[in-house]
């Protein structure tokens, strides 16, 4: 998963439970309920297309002889096989 | 000299049928030894277990005896790191090995290659010893257990890269959770010096930046395969991970120390990765609902507006006649041009309830049904949005993207959200 297409998806939830409730208060105008609704909207487009194309990567972990780090693709996984962004 | 002379001063070859031609100690037990080991087999031999003693290099030494005899055993430390556990004096165990002679000495022994308890007798041993030190360090404690991440984007993995587990592990984490990054931590997970290899691979992945949580998993195997999830080394690093660890030994009856310390024990490889990785079919179930929610409240919003529009438009004729019929009187013939004034205005007010109306329907959740959602009402347009609104025998209407259908219930199934 790359840092650009990062998405707090429970963030999204909790805002859409938000506007759920808000959308629920009787004395709500009809322009303040159509501006919630949009972004509820808005919302829910954002979170399903994130979770239609948010893609990890599967690395395997080296630790080198001198303590450091490295990753590289798994051999034998089709982990990077729909991964936009690995290297 | 003659030939006769030569043979007479020459030594006899040593064969022990006289004190002339006796052999040495070092030929008796040599041959004494080969003649063991070319007749008699590897065997087991049944004991009770006395003199167990260790030496640095790790090397048993033991006496296996019963109520007639007993003989010397040596166990070397390149078989012996097996065990489990050194048993304890008096306990009855099967050795496999070799019955040979220990040449310096003269010494008739077994040189051990295997040594079983009865039944499980070692393994229990030790796990119990171990398992007893842990609970007496409140190791074992539920109140230690720290919770899973609910939503992880980074998840690191620790078993063998060529195991069946890893294979489970992320065929599962791909189908229900895609975008969380794996890292895998490769270690040895059986035999002499897994339980070490275990240990740095946790350290590595619960270190690594940005790690929710760590799965540590083998598949099924013999208790002795599974052993190193038990020993010590791999126990202690487990309970010292930096991220809550999910850890998965064995088959669903195989219960390890690792596991028991683990934050969350699962039965199998798989069953660890469904409790990590969130399902995005629940996930977009839950978008789904989200959709209907805010729906449902636009809906009653405008239900609401359209009311008090209504009660507007019902109102206002009738208080603009009575103003008129005020004005009318006040006016007394000469506000001809009043009515005409009034009419235009009410046009107006009605011109811009329709553009109202028109944005209402334009964002209301029925253009959402060009998504392929259908909404029920029942014959009355009440909408039905709960399997308690539809009775068995009931007529209601499903409304479509493209018109709407007349539909009977049959049957209806609750399902808890």
Not at chain 2, 2 to 27: W, Y
Not at chain 2, 28 to 38: I, S, T
Request: net charge neutral; charged share 30%; with cysteine.
């Amino acid at each position: 998963m790359s840092d650009g297409d990062a998405l707090d998806f429970e963030e999204t939830l909790a805002e859409l439970e938000e506007i759920a409730r808000a959308l629920d208060r009787d004395d709500l105008g009809l322009d303040e309920a159509i501006a919630l609704f949009e972004r509820g909207i808005a919302r829910l487009r954002e979170a399903n297309e994130w979770l239609e194309t948010a893609s990890g990567r599967v690395e395997e972990i080296i630790a080198t002889s001198s303590g450091r780090i490295e990753t590289r693709p798994l051999e034998g996984t089709n982990g990077d096989e729909t991964d936009g962004d690995s290297g | 000299m003659t030939d006769g002379q030569m043979a007479l001063f020459e030594p006899r070859k040593p064969d022990g049928r006289t004190p002339d031609t006796a052999i040495s100690v070092r030929a008796l037990n040599h041959g004494a030894k080969r003649l063991l080991e070319d007749h008699v087999p590897d065997l087991w031999v049944r004991g009770e277990v006395t003199k167990w003693r260790v030496s640095r290099p790790g090397h048993r030494y033991f006496t296996l005896r019963d109520d007639a005899a007993s003989v010397d055993c040596v166990f070397f430390a390149g078989d012996a790191w097996r065990l489990p556990a050194d048993p304890e004096d008096g306990m009855e165990v099967a050795v496999f090995g070799r019955p040979t002679l220990y040449e310096a000495q003269g010494r008739f022994q077994i040189v051990v290659r295997r040594l079983e308890a009865t039944g499980d007798g070692l393994w229990r041993l030790a796990f119990e010893r171990l398992h007893r030190k842990l609970a007496e360090e409140g190791l074992l404690d539920p109140a230690r257990k720290r919770p899973l991440p609910s939503f992880p984007r980074r998840v690191a993995v620790v078993t063998s890269r060529s195991g069946a587990a890893l294979h489970d592990v992320l065929s599962v984490l791909r189908r229900r959770s895609p975008w969380i990054d794996v890292l895998v931590c490769h270690c040895r997970v059986q035999g002499e010096g897994a339980a070490l290899e275990i240990r740095r691979a946790l350290q590595t992945a619960g270190g690594l930046s940005g790690v929710d949580a760590v799965i540590l998993t083998r598949g099924g195997g013999a208790t002795e395969d599974l052993w190193c999830f038990n020993e010590e080394v791999t126990v202690r690093a487990v309970a010292g991970c930096q991220v809550p660890v999910v850890c998965a030994i064995g088959h669903e009856v195989d219960v390890t120390l690792a596991e028991l310390v683990a934050d969350r024990r699962a039965q199998t490889p798989s069953v660890a990765a469904e409790l990590i990785g969130p399902d995005a079919a629940a996930l977009r179930d839950r978008l789904d609902g989200a959709s209907l929610v805010l729906a449902r409240g636009l809906r009653r919003s405008v239900a609401r507006g359209r009311e008090r529009l209504e009660r507007y438009a019902r109102d206002l004729p009738r208080s603009m006649r009575a103003a008129l019929g005020r004005a009318r009187g006040r006016l007394d013939g000469h506000g001809r041009d009043l009515p005409r004034g009034v009419r235009a205005a009410l046009h107006r007010g009605r011109g811009r309830l329709r553009a109202v109306a028109g944005r209402l329907d334009a964002l209301s959740p029925l253009a959402t049904l060009a998504r392929g959602y259908g909404v029920a009402t029942d014959p009355e347009g009440r909408l039905l949005a709960s399997v308690d609104r539809f009775e068995p025998g009931s007529r209601f209407h499903l409304r479509l993207r493209d018109g709407s259908v007349e539909a009977t219930t049959d049957r209806t199934r609750k399902e808890t959200p």
